[in-house]
């Protein structure tokens, strides 16, 4: 298991420098597994990344390591990609590093988003964008593209994570989208990382006017 301070949905792209010893040995171990290159992640409730001692969430994402390459004195930079979500059933001890029984935590039909979902949830990313291009011509800056409904669908997976990747948004939001249960519930928690950011985004642009 790999702690961190932030959120990973699963279909994120993961960039990793890994320092420690501990998590040097973690890459190590996963690199020569026979069922492949794959490690936990969860969140940090409190504490912090570097030297241990932190309380953790149990609920995170298994993360598979797609490239590595080793930068000296057993350093490694990494690249990871998000896949299904994990439940810890059990916290084991950190000997030489995070470790954990773990479940995977798959989305049932009850957590798939309905087309009209997908649709109103774009719009409102649609909207969302509309205030972000605004920042960014002021900064001369090339504006982001808004998402289109066929470029949600034409992803494999689960389209919420698909529509999440859109929208900028913090740790607890991403972690609130991440735990949701329903489709209700999980349209419900992307609606308001994606208010939060909006909300964000109209400040900073009041701010040049």
Same mark, same amino acid.
Not at 73 to 83: I, K, S, T, Y
């Given at each position: 298991?790999?702690? %961190?301070?932030?959120?990973?949905?699963?279909?994120?792209?993961?960039?990793?420098?890994?320092?420690?010893?501990?998590?040097?040995?973690?890459?190590?171990?996963?690199? /020569?597994? *026979?069922?492949?290159?794959?490690?936990?992640?969860?969140?940090?409730?409190?504490?912090?990344?570097?030297?241990?001692?932190?309380?953790?969430?149990?609920?995170?994402?298994?993360?598979?390591?797609? /490239?590595?390459?080793?930068?000296?004195?057993?350093?490694?930079?990494?690249?990871?990609?998000?896949?299904?979500?994990?439940?810890?059933?059990?916290?084991?001890?950190?000997?030489?590093?995070?470790?954990?029984?773990?479940?995977?935590? %798959?989305?049932?039909?009850?957590?798939?988003?309905?087309?009209?979902?997908?649709? =109103?949830?774009?719009?409102?990313?649609?909207?969302?964008?509309?205030? %972000?291009?605004?920042?960014?011509?002021?900064?001369?800056?090339?504006?982001?593209?808004?998402?289109?409904?066929?470029?949600?669908?034409?992803?494999?997976?689960?389209?919420?994570?698909?529509?999440? /990747?859109?929208?900028?948004?913090?740790?607890?939001?991403?972690?609130?989208?991440?735990?949701?249960? *329903?489709?209700?519930?999980?349209?419900?928690?992307?609606?308001?990382?994606?208010?939060?950011?909006?909300?964000?985004?109209?400040?900073? %642009? /009041?701010? =040049?006017?």
């Amino acid at each position: 298991m790999f702690p %961190l301070g932030s959120t990973l949905l699963p279909g994120e792209r993961l960039p990793l420098h890994v320092f420690e010893p501990r998590f040097q040995a973690l890459v190590r171990d996963c690199l /020569s597994a *026979t069922e492949g290159p794959v490690f936990g992640t969860v969140l940090i409730a409190r504490g912090h990344e570097v030297g241990g001692g932190d309380i953790r969430n149990d609920v995170g994402t298994a993360v598979r390591i797609v /490239s590595h390459v080793g930068i000296g004195d057993g350093r490694w930079a990494l690249d990871c990609v998000g896949q299904e979500r994990i439940r810890v059933r059990h916290w084991l001890d950190d000997d030489p590093y995070p470790r954990a029984e773990v479940e995977p935590w %798959l989305v049932g039909p009850e957590g798939r988003l309905s087309d009209d979902q997908i649709q =109103r949830l774009t719009d409102k990313i649609t909207e969302l964008y509309i205030v %972000l291009t605004r920042i960014r011509e002021l900064r001369e800056d090339p504006p982001p593209p808004p998402p289109r409904m066929c470029d949600v669908l034409e992803q494999p997976g689960d389209h919420l994570y698909a529509l999440a /990747s859109w929208v900028p948004m913090g740790a607890a939001d991403k972690f609130a989208v991440l735990v949701a249960e *329903t489709a209700d519930d999980r349209a419900r928690a992307l609606t308001d990382a994606i208010d939060n950011a909006r909300e964000i985004a109209e400040f900073r %642009l /009041s701010g =040049r006017r």
